[in-house]
C-alpha cells in the first residue's frame, strides 16, 4: 500500500495490503455519517507489469528475512507513547496474561496492541461474512505479513512508482480540490497466505499533533470514529495495488470492500492484477474477503 499526503495530502501505497462507534446489522455494516459517501477510484492497468516483475522480486528479496505478523507492525517504526496507562508488568515468563494484550518493543510491559479495535471486532462479529469460528481461528485469518517502510529513497522501484503520472494523477482525483500537493509518507507490502482475510477498518489516521508516532493507533481510531477532532484531521489517500499474478475467481476470492453508504453490504471490487484503487482509508471503512476462502488459515503465535 502506498500512502500520499494532500498540503496537503498524505499518500500511502500498498501492494500485495471497535472501539469505535461501528453497528453490525444482520445485513452488514454501517459507519458512521461522517465517515460515509467518500470516493473510491478503481484503475486496472494502475501497475506497469515491469515495475510488477521489480516490486515482486523485491518482495522476494526481503522475504529472506522473514516478515513479520500486523501485530508487531511497531518493528518497523517506534511510537513515543505505547499506552496511555493501561499498560501491566509482563510476566516472569515474558507472556502477557490478558488475551487482549500484548508485550511492548521493549518486552517490558504489556499493552494493548495497536490496531485492538480491529481485532476485537472482527473477533466480535464474525467480520464481513458473519463467520463463527473458535477464537484462534478468527485470529490467525488476519494475521497477515508484511513490511512498512517510511523511507521511500530506500528502493528506486518505489521512488518511481510515487512519481509515475498514472500513480499521481490518480491519487490527486482523491485528495481534496484545496489539497492537491501530494507528500509521500509510506509504503507497506502485505501478504496474504490463503485462509486470512481483511478485517474492516479505518487505516492508520493522521491529526496535526498526534500521529502513529506519539500515540497507539487503537487512540486515534477513536479519535476519527468520534469526529470530535475533525479540525485538526489530516486527509490521506492510499493506492492498493496487487502484485499477484492469479486472476480473480471464486476459488482465490478476496474482494476489497469498502462502504461508503450506498449499501450495508458495501461495494466489491475485484483484485485484478497490476490494478489499483486509491481512496482516502482514513475516512472510508475497508475490508477484504477471505483469499482461498476453502483453505483453513495457518495458526501463528508471533
Avoid at 85 to 92: F, S, T, V
Avoid at 158 to 182: M, N, T, W, Y
Amino acid at each position: 500500500m502506498g500512502r500520499l499526503v494532500p498540503v496537503g495530502c498524505l499518500v500511502a501505497a500498498g501492494a500485495a495490503a471497535w472501539l469505535g462507534r461501528w453497528l453490525y446489522s444482520q445485513h452488514g455494516l454501517v459507519p458512521p455519517a461522517h465517515l460515509t459517501g467518500h470516493t473510491l477510484l478503481f484503475q486496472e492497468g494502475l501497475i506497469s507489469a515491469a515495475a510488477g516483475d521489480e516490486l515482486r522480486d523485491l518482495v522476494r528479496t526481503m522475504g529472506d528475512a522473514g516478515f513479520p505478523t500486523n501485530v508487531q507492525d511497531t518493528s518497523f517504526y517506534t511510537a513515543k507513547r505505547d499506552h496511555i496507562g493501561e499498560a501491566q508488568p509482563i510476566g516472569e515468563d515474558g507472556d502477557c496474561a490478558h488475551p487482549f494484550l500484548v508485550p511492548n518493543p521493549t518486552r517490558d510491559a504489556c499493552v494493548i496492541p495497536g490496531r485492538l479495535d480491529i481485532g476485537r471486532h472482527f473477533i466480535t462479529t464474525g467480520g464481513i461474512n458473519g463467520v463463527r469460528e473458535s477464537y484462534e481461528t478468527l485470529v490467525a485469518r488476519v494475521l497477515s505479513f508484511g513490511a512498512y517502510l517510511f523511507d521511500l529513497s530506500r528502493f528506486s522501484v518505489v521512488e518511481r512508482l510515487f512519481s509515475d503520472g498514472k500513480f499521481l494523477s490518480l491519487a490527486r482525483k482523491i485528495c481534496p480540490g484545496d489539497k492537491q500537493h501530494l507528500d509521500p509518507f509510506q509504503f507497506n507490502f502485505i501478504i496474504q497466505v490463503p485462509g486470512q482475510s481483511v478485517a474492516a477498518h479505518l487505516d492508520g489516521v493522521y491529526f496535526w499533533g498526534a500521529s502513529r508516532f506519539n500515540y497507539p493507533q487503537w487512540l486515534l481510531a477513536c479519535m476519527q470514529f468520534s469526529n470530535l477532532f475533525s479540525e485538526q484531521f489530516v486527509d490521506q489517500v492510499q493506492v492498493v495495488g496487487y502484485l499477484h499474478e492469479w486472476q480473480p475467481s471464486p476459488h482465490y476470492a478476496g474482494e476489497f470492500v469498502f462502504w461508503d453508504g450506498s449499501s450495508r453490504e458495501g461495494v466489491t471490487e475485484m483484485p485484478v492484477p497490476l490494478a489499483g484503487s486509491a481512496v482516502d482509508g482514513t475516512k472510508t471503512v475497508h475490508a477484504a474477503n477471505v483469499y482461498m476462502p476453502t483453505v483453513e488459515p495457518p495458526m501463528c503465535t508471533c
